[in-house]
């Protein structure tokens, strides 16, 4: 039976919810218990769990399961950097299949900002260096979730094309599969800047590819949301008609490029949603209307808040959407937004969420 899996990375462990009809949810785990997951994603390539388990005392690592979590391998070498180069992995961020063409392919992002790949279905890892060697690098500085590189593209249409996410530096483009890079912040505000729009140095919190074949790109920007459809060479805003200009999360419906979900905070300085009302925005129209979805969702005294990764939607028909909070809360709607239900309560803060399906 083919069912709806749901992998929610939290503070304390990995946990996993099934569902055949997205409406009653059955809980799997929780596993790696004690690690904080900031991602998790099963891989349809190879049917893989794979999860980045991060420990301040005994280090970071990526984890992967073939039998939904009964049982974890650890990568024979694990994401790090060379002795001599100074620097130290802090944190393991994101993961990221590679393409469907090559199965075994995967990258990954960490902290201090540097992308590595792994061509062994992550049993090792390498460091793509062309971007850790950027010239710009030594004037990188961190956001208040340090130097962290949180969003990989691998373009499905330019094979060689990859995009990243790096917070407080901005967008990179690669055209050579990882050995040479370019900035892409062209019109992305950077308003704790001097510059206001510099060439790099900007807040990138979320960065998605909706539409390969346009080259159609959105981010969630420290400085409002934007699209560019051409690549990351520029970049509009579309923040008007939102409460706020800050937020992290970003989703993307599965058949409808246009369509984005966003779900704003209030600022950086008090990351709650706006008028205390839990609310995910959707757009239709790519960014030129909005419209606030919160049926279901608590509507007075909402002080919670969303990371990066913790909003994701399915491929089913309608969509479904789903997100998690630091409060340990996950919603979720099986028809694109229009009313949410309680998916689970009582868990640990929630870093990340990522959807798939699976045959039980």
């Known amino acids: 039976m083919k069912k709806t899996l749901l992998l929610i990375g939290t503070r304390k462990g990995l946990f996993l919810f099934t569902s055949a009809d997205r409406s009653q949810w059955q809980l799997h785990g929780p596993f790696q218990p004690g690690r904080e997951i900031n991602h998790a994603i099963h891989d ?13 005392w005994f280090g970071c690592e990526i984890v992967s399961s073939t039998d939904l979590g009964q049982t974890w391998e650890t990568a024979k070498q694990n994401p790090a950097f060379p002795e001599n180069s100074g ?3 802090e944190r393991i961020w994101h993961l990221e299949p590679g393409l469907p063409a090559e199965p075994n392919v995967l990258y990954a992002g960490v902290a201090p900002a540097a992308l590595f790949r792994s061509e062994d279905s992550g049993q090792t890892w390498r460091e793509v260096t062309g971007l850790t060697q950027h010239p710009t690098r030594p004037r990188w500085n961190p956001g208040a979730g340090g130097l962290c590189l949180h969003s990989i593209i691998v373009d499905p249409v330019h094979p060689t094309r990859l995009f990243v996410g790096i917070s407080a530096v901005g967008v990179f483009r690669s055209e050579d599969t990882g050995a040479t ?3 892409a912040n062209r019109g992305t505000r950077a308003e704790f800047q001097p510059e206001k729009l510099p060439e790099y140095g900007q807040c990138v919190h979320k960065l998605l590819l909706a539409d390969a074949k346009t080259s159609l790109l959105f981010q969630q920007n420290h400085c409002g949301v934007y699209r ?37 905070l209030k600022g950086a300085e ?3 949603p706006p008028e205390n009302k839990l609310r995910v925005f959707r757009s239709r129209n790519g960014g030129k209307n909005w419209e606030a979805l919160g ?9 919670m808040s969303i990371y990066r990764e913790g909003m994701a939607t399915d491929k089913e028909e309608p969509a479904g959407v789903y997100f998690g909070t630091n409060t340990g809360k996950v ?21 990340s969420v990522s959807v798939s399906s699976v045959v039980e």
Do not use: M
């Not at 049926?295 to 002080?303: H, T, V």
């Not at 919603?331 to 694109?336: H, I, K, L, P």
């Not at 937004?337 to 640990?348: E, F, R, T």
């Open 44 to 56: 349809p390539r190879t049917n893989r769990i794979y999860a980045t388990a991060n420990d301040s």
């Open 87 to 89: 620097l130290k992995l």
């Open 181 to 183: 890079w370019k900035t």
């Open 228 to 264: 560019s459809a051409d690549a990351g060479e520029s970049w509009q805003e579309i923040t008007a008609g939102l409460p706020s200009d800050f937020g992290f999360p970003l989703a993307i419906h599965p058949r409808q490029p246009e369509t984005i979900f966003v779900l704003p």
């Open 270 to 272: 008090f990351r709650c």
């Open 295 to 303: 049926k279901g969702l608590p509507q007075d005294n909402a002080f």
């Open 331 to 351: 919603f979720g709607s099986r028809d694109e937004g229009d009313s949410w239900q309680l998916v689970a309560d009582n868990l640990p803060p929630v870093f």
